[in-house]
């Protein structure tokens, strides 16, 4: 126990030494005290979260983060006990043979299909194993440093999309990144949201990034898409059409290019549509076996498409994806709180577009690559995913580039104005 607080105060002390020191963090343009705050905030938020999985939702075999985390421990006492086995299963390699297996037959989790693009989980399983040799298997120091992964992910993806638009007040700039509720609870604790959220940020970053040597790009690019494709194959398959744009400015791509390369993409989206809505159904299918199975609460569709519904299929998936959960459906009283807080969000969020919207700004290319991507992934799991709460933890990919191609479209100046109006009215009559 001793060990484990010392583990836990060592890497606390060693990322806040990190953000305060390291370049990538100095040069974002954050105060340094914003940026130590921030991330207790996070860190904060990971151990709520670590709390709620293990004192309000008490059933550990139905609980994402103590399914991966006592995977986990298992292999990661292989380390100790039999080190070439524990090499052999963090690396995947000859994993069949009968001496390797009969140690990992233990897990629930690690064996899920790895060729499974929505839930395969021994990426992340693998990693918590090698955070418990460095943190003595203490779950809260785990979740620091899955913390600080989401952290750093989160500052690259902030670095990018903040680039070439212009000034904003600081709350703003930081909200899609840091502040955002869902983005800061889901990406703080032992899921997969922190390393995808880092591999996305790094492969952003490392493609907008000019100054760098060719060799580092592509190197940091690989890893990040590998990071990715082990977790939520089907990000990196949504970002990959629309990349071009977010490079337009950057690059100084001529804009005629980057119409065509669009309209190829409709084009060939058009073409691949029956079977990408097969493909999609298929999982849907999955996921809807899996939630039966297990008697999720949160089950909010049971429909069936036929190929003809198709279309229906993706208009409803874009609205649930975008809307669920919805407090009328909620299961729980976590469920009710979070379907109030999204929905009150969301209305709001709606009536300052249609009110402040200024839609020529979606000329700039970090702008519209975020509602592009944030439409195609909102469309994907609102197709594939029937499960409110996974939709919930899903939805903070997509977040901080809906929040923040939001915010940039609106005009400040007319918000500042009519606020101004209205408190002197008050005021005044008053």
């Known amino acids: 126990m001793v060990i484990q607080v010392a583990l836990y105060v060592f890497w606390l002390l060693m990322t806040l030494l990190a953000i305060s020191r390291l370049s990538f963090f100095r040069h974002t343009g954050i105060p340094l005290p914003h940026r130590i705050l921030l991330f207790m905030l996070k860190v904060t938020a990971g151990i709520v979260l670590t709390l709620t999985y293990t004192y309000y939702y008490t059933d550990a075999s139905k609980s994402d983060i103590w399914r991966y985390y006592t995977d986990s421990v298992i292999i990661s006492r292989l380390f100790f006990s039999h080190p070439d086995v524990w090499i052999r299963v963090i690396t995947g390699w000859n994993m069949q043979e009968p001496e390797v297996f009969r140690h990992i037959l233990d897990t629930q989790n690690f064996c899920h299909p790895e060729g499974d693009i929505f839930t395969n989980n021994a990426f992340i399983i693998r990693l918590i194993s090698l955070f418990n040799i460095l943190t003595a298997e203490n779950i809260y120091a785990n979740t620091l440093l899955f913390s600080f992964i989401g952290y750093t992910g989160l500052t690259a993806l902030y670095r990018v999309l903040w680039k070439g638009v212009g000034e904003l007040p600081a709350i703003l700039r930081y909200t899609p990144f840091f502040l955002a509720p869902g983005v800061v609870f889901w990406s703080a604790g032992l899921l997969k949201d922190a390393p995808v959220l880092a591999g996305m940020g790094l492969f952003l970053y490392c493609y907008t990034h000019k100054e760098a040597p060719w060799y580092i790009v592509v190197l940091g690019m690989l890893v990040a898409a590998w990071v990715i494709c082990r977790n939520k194959l089907h990000i990196l398959l949504t970002i990959l059409p629309v990349l071009p744009i977010i490079a337009q400015g950057q690059w100084q791509i001529p804009r005629k290019y980057l119409y065509v390369w669009l309209g190829a993409c409709i084009l060939l989206a058009v073409i691949l549509f ?5 493909l999609l159904h298929a999982r849907r299918l999955e996921f809807l076996q899996l939630a039966n199975t297990e008697r999720a609460g949160s089950l909010y569709s049971t429909a069936v498409y036929s190929p003809s519904a198709y279309p229906m299929m993706f208009i409803l998936g874009f609205v649930n994806g975008f809307m669920q959960p919805t407090p009328w459906q909620a299961a729980s009283v976590l469920q009710k709180l979070y379907g109030y807080s999204h929905f009150i969000t969301m209305f709001f969020v709606i009536c300052l577009c249609i009110r ?18 944030s439409v195609l992934h909102i469309t994907i799991i609102g197709v594939v995913v029937p499960v409110s709460g996974a939709l919930v933890h899903y939805r903070s990919f997509f977040m901080p580039f809906l929040l923040t191609g939001i915010i940039h479209i609106l005009n400040l100046e007319n918000i500042i104005y009519d606020t101004t109006l209205l408190r002197n009215r008050f005021v005044l009559n008053k």
């Open 274 to 278: 029956r079977p990408i809505g097969d």
């Open 356 to 373: 402040y919207a200024h839609f020529r700004k979606l000329q700039n290319g970090n702008v519209l690559f975020c509602f592009i991507f």
